[in-house]
């Protein structure tokens, strides 16, 4: 009977270590999202840097016939930035650092908002365009193609924001990357939804393709996509090991 109960009392406080490391998790998880959201907020050049895209796309979408003209810009410009909103989120946790790993909180629990935060706003500003499209009776269904990669995209620049507003910060404070950093990730970020997007339009609103171009449009475009999977990949495993070693 002893052993019974012994075995028991085990198996009750393991079950309940794991409930409460769960909902710890679970709390700092959301009190690091919270901090945030705060953050950006109060950061007048974040606030610029989520808006000026919104505002762009919706100016071209009044000066051109298709939702397509607007969307494809506020994309190309709101990658590159997306990489800042994560690089300025994550250097400033970075600063910081020291007191939040006294919590009983891992790394990447530290780090996880940096990435999605930037991500979810700028694909719901994005969504906001195509609603906008759709009330002004301009919204064009091949829109729709733009959603899965507008999200790799974004991906992609938050994991390429962070990683290198680590390891290649910039001096002044409102700087997360140093200069080469930066013309990294836009070469990057830009390059590739340029690349992505652009056969796209190719394709679609240009009549009369030949067939050498309409194989190159297709050949650009998934080989750009085949590139960002990979290069996400990559950062990811960047950004994985860099916080392991912070």
């Given amino acids: 009977g002893k052993v019974a109960f012994e075995n028991t009392q085990r198996k009750y406080k393991k079950q309940n270590s794991e409930v409460i490391k769960k909902q ?3 709390s ?3 009190g690091f999202l919270w901090k945030d959201l705060k953050l950006l907020v109060r950061n007048e050049q974040f606030i610029f840097l ?16 298709s939702s397509l003209s607007s969307i494809m810009p506020f994309i190309v410009i709101a990658v590159f930035y997306c990489a ?23 790394k990447s629990t530290m780090i996880l908002p940096k990435i999605t935060v930037p991500v979810f706003i700028n694909i719901a500003l994005f ?9 002004m009776n301009k919204f064009d269904k091949v829109a729709l193609i733009f959603i899965p990669i507008s999200i790799l995209l974004f991906a992609l620049s938050a994991l390429i924001g962070a990683y290198y507003s680590i390891t290649k910060p910039g001096k002044a404070k409102r700087q997360p990357f140093s200069n080469t950093a930066t013309f990294i990730i836009e070469g990057i970020t830009i390059g590739l939804a340029f690349a992505i997007l652009f056969p796209i339009t190719m394709l679609f609103e240009t009549q009369n393709l030949k067939e050498w171009q309409v194989l190159t449009c297709w050949l650009v475009m998934i080989g750009s996509i085949i590139v960002s ?4 990949y990559f950062y990811y495993g960047k950004l994985k090991k860099v916080i392991e070693m912070e």
Avoid: N
């Avoid at 989520?50 to 016939?65: D, H, K």
């Avoid at 800042?84 to 891992?106: D, I, N, W, Y």
């Fill in 50 to 65: 989520l808006l000026y895209p919104f505002i762009f796309g919706i100016f071209m979408m009044f000066v051109s016939p």
């Fill in 127 to 135: 969504l906001l365009v195509d609603v906008v499209a759709l009330i």
């Fill in 229 to 232: 999977v990979l290069l996400s």
């Fill in 84 to 106: 800042m909103e994560a690089g300025m989120l994550t250097s400033s946790e970075m600063q910081s650092r020291e007191l939040f790993l006294t919590l009983p909180v891992t």
């Fill in 28 to 30: 700092f998880l959301g």
């Fill in 24 to 26: 710890s998790y679970a």
